[in-house]
């Protein structure tokens, strides 16, 4: 009623018929949980200052939209990584005002979430094995939670060894040979750092690309 600290009586009222009445100090505010989508439509509410029912104060009419639970959307740019490989998950929420926190999980629901962020964000985990991610959102304390998201199954392979070619083998002393050190991973853009060993030590490290070359003509 915005008059300070002043006793009130309260009228909600919703199609022109009570909805919750209150008699007390303003401000007054009250909390439902809601059931179904029944109570959607327009609120009214209406104040008369105790001991001068003369003083009524009615507030504009607000439109309550109640909508059915919402489901999630949860997508993965890539579902197929190698061992220790990131991947991003994205979890959308049709309905986001206000915002949602988002809320994620390994294998359930029922387990802990691994962590909470903002909606609009992305979450990137760094994977070792094949798991399964779902996500909801959540907002208000305590929080009132989405249906959970579709599953999303990352299904992780063990890198590949690494191979070592070296041409001409077997070589003659002042012939050039080439060391190809190849991390076997396809078409995976990453950068490596590169270290061919020789009786256990360090003969050649390079960075950034695959090929390294070596004189053999000292005998070495």
Known sequence: MNEGEQDWSYSIDKAGASYKTYSGQNPYAFKT???????????????????????????DKVTLKVSAKPTPTLVSDRTSVLALDSVTLTCTVEDSTPPWGIYW??????????????EGSTYSPRVSES??????????????????????????????????????????????????CDMNEGEQDSDWSYSIDKAGASYKTYSDIQRCIKDVGNGT
Not at 33 to 59: A, D, I
Not at 105 to 118: A, F, G, I, K, L
Not at 132 to 145: A, E, N, S, T, W
């Open 131 to 180: 798991i399964i991610y779902l996500c909801r959102g959540g907002r208000g304390d305590p929080p009132y939670y989405t249906h959970v998201s579709n599953r999303i199954d990352i299904n992780v392979s063990e890198r590949p060894p690494a191979v070592l070619t070296v041409l001409p083998n077997p070589a003659f002393t002042g012939e050039t040979v080439t060391f190809t």
């Open 33 to 59: 949980t809601l059931q179904s989508t029944t109570p959607r439509g327009e609120y009214q509410c209406t104040g008369r200052l105790t001991g001068n029912n003369k003083v009524v104060k009615q507030s």
């Open 105 to 118: 999980y390994r294998d359930n629901e029922e387990s802990e979430p691994v962590t909470v962020t903002d």
